[in-house]
T-cell receptor, first 111, second 116 residues
C-alpha cells in the first residue's frame, strides 16, 4: 500500500522563526490534507490541497502531485503553533478507499 | 454550523467488556469515517460509512464494527476489549457524494478509551 513519510519528525524553533514541513507519498493520491493536532487530541484542518498552492495567514502549503510531495510552510512561528502536524492522503488500495496518515512532525516553539 | 461531536469523551473499561462510541457528523455530511490513534501505530483508518452502508474498511479484526443511522449519526462498537485497544478514537465527517470519497474530512474531538 501507499506509504506516507513526514520530515523532520521533531522540530524546535524560537518564536518568530520560519519552518518547512515535508510530506512524501509513494503513489498517486486523490486528495491530501494537512492537520494540526492540539494537546487535547483534536485534529484541526489546515489545508485541503490535492494539488497547487494555498495560503492562510502565516501558513501556506504546496502540493506537487506529479512528484509526490507536499510542503507546509509556517512563517513567524508562535508558541501556539506547537503541536503535531500530520499530512493525510486519500488513495485507492486493493479496492478500498483509505485515508493514510503520516507519522507526523512534532513542533515545539519556544518563547 | 456545529462541528463533529463525539460521545463520550473519556471511557474506562476492563478487558473482555464491549464498548460503543457515538459520532454525530456536521449537518449535511453523509460520510462518517472512524480512526484509531495509538502512540505505537499512529492514526489508522477503521472504516467509512455512507448512506447507512459500510463503504470502505481498514485492516482491523471483526471485533471492531460500526453502523450508521438514517440521520448520518454513526456508532462504533468494540467487543471483547483487549489492553491494546486503549487509544484515542476519532471520527471524521465529509460531504462525500455517492460516487466519491474524495472530499475534505473534518474531525471530532475524539473518545479516549482506556482498557484496564
Amino acid at each position: 500500500g501507499i506509504q506516507v513519510e513526514q520530515s523532520p519528525p521533531d522540530l524546535i524553533l524560537q518564536e518568530g522563526a520560519n519552518s518547512t514541513l515535508r510530506c512524501n507519498f509513494s503513489d498517486s493520491v486523490n486528495n491530501l490534507q494537512w492537520f494540526h493536532q492540539n494537546p487535547w487530541g483534536q485534529l484541526i484542518n489546515l489545508f485541503y490541497i490535492p494539488s497547487g498552492t494555498k495560503q492562510n495567514g502565516r501558513l501556506s502549503a504546496t502540493t506537487v502531485a506529479t512528484e509526490r510531495y507536499s510542503l507546509l510552510y509556517i512563517s513567524s512561528s508562535q508558541t501556539t503553533d506547537s503541536g503535531v502536524y500530520f499530512c493525510a492522503v486519500g488513495s485507492q488500495d486493493s479496492g478500498t478507499y483509505k485515508y493514510i496518515f503520516g507519522t507526523g512532525t512534532r513542533l515545539k516553539v519556544l518563547a | 454550523k456545529a462541528g463533529v461531536t463525539q460521545t463520550p469523551r473519556y471511557l474506562i473499561k476492563t478487558r473482555g467488556q464491549q464498548v460503543t462510541l457515538s459520532c454525530s457528523p456536521i449537518s449535511g455530511h453523509r460520510s462518517v469515517s472512524w480512526y484509531q490513534q495509538t502512540p505505537g501505530q499512529g492514526l489508522q483508518f477503521l472504516f467509512e460509512y455512507f448512506s447507512e452502508t459500510q463503504r470502505n474498511k481498514g485492516n482491523f479484526p471483526g471485533r471492531f464494527s460500526g453502523r450508521q443511522f438514517s440521520n448520518s449519526r454513526s456508532e462504533m462498537n468494540v467487543s471483547t476489549l483487549e489492553l491494546g485497544d486503549s487509544a484515542l478514537y476519532l471520527c471524521a465527517s465529509s460531504l462525500a457524494s455517492g460516487s466519491s470519497s474524495y472530499n475534505e474530512q473534518f474531525f471530532g474531538p475524539g473518545t479516549r478509551l482506556t482498557v484496564l
